[in-house]
């Protein structure tokens, strides 16, 4: 597609309950990575893929959660069991490897448990 | 450790004034250094990057940065703001070798600038 599309735009949960959250990367771009923006805060890495493995794992930040990416494009994020801290922006980005390093971000997912 | 700090939270300006927004990093070699803008509600959107070369580089919507190697700078400037431009503003730094020799980006926290009319 034309740019980064992340779905939903919202999503309010309840604690417990599992979510997931979608991008579709610009069409080509093999790189794509997931950040997530608390308030206030900046962005916190999270995962990389390249193609479809996921070299870097570095940033999930508790085995609640997951991510997966099929057929080189889209990504899916899987948020398992909730809790009231995962509340944040969750953005995603796509890029080419190996070009010029910028990212091109998707409008980002907010979040909300209650 | 790589970091990036900009050290204004907030930073509020009247339209029509100049406005310079500050970014400070901490990086092992020459970085690449990018400032992004987010609208309320928005994704980032690169404003302007810097590989080498030129130290003044010129961006998008009238912003330009200046890469000072000696302070470690990479300070994002406008001589005349615009109500539009109240946005929060994102600093950049990279490439950071992760596995499979990705570019890895570090942001800082943000600058949330507000415009006075």
């Known amino acids: 597609g034309a740019g980064v599309s992340q779905s939903p735009s919202n999503k309010v949960t309840e604690k417990g309950k599992d979510v997931e959250l979608r991008c579709d990367p610009i069409s080509g771009h093999t790189a794509l990575y997931w950040y997530r923006q608390s308030l206030g805060q900046g962005l916190e890495f999270l995962i990389y893929?390249?193609?479809?493995?996921?070299?870097?794992k570095s940033g999930l930040p508790s085995d609640r959660f997951s991510a997966e990416r099929t057929g080189g494009s889209v990504s899916t994020l899987t948020i398992q069991r909730t809790q009231q801290e995962d509340s944040a922006v969750y953005l995603c980005?796509?890029?080419?490897?190996?070009?010029?390093?910028?990212?091109?971000f998707g409008s980002g997912t907010r979040l909300t448990v209650v | 450790a790589q970091s990036v700090t900009q050290p204004d939270i907030h930073i509020t300006v009247s339209e029509g004034a100049s406005l310079e927004l500050r970014c400070n990093y901490s990086y092992g070699a020459t970085p690449y250094l990018f400032w992004y803008v987010q609208s309320p509600g928005q994704g980032l959107q690169l404003l302007l990057k810097?590989?080498?070369?030129?130290?003044l580089v010129q961006g998008i919507k009238g912003f330009e940065a200046e890469f000072k190697r000696s302070q470690s700078s990479f300070n994002l400037r406008k001589p005349s703001v615009h109500w539009s431009d109240a946005a929060e503003y994102f600093c950049a730094v990279g490439p950071l070798s992760g596995p499979g020799g990705y570019n890895k980006l570090i942001f800082g926290a943000g600058t949330r600038l507000a415009v006075h009319p």
């Open positions: 810097y590989f080498s070369g030129d130290t």
């Open positions: 980005a796509s890029s080419l490897v190996g070009s010029d390093y910028g990212y091109t």
């Open positions: 893929f390249q193609g479809n493995s996921a070299p870097d």
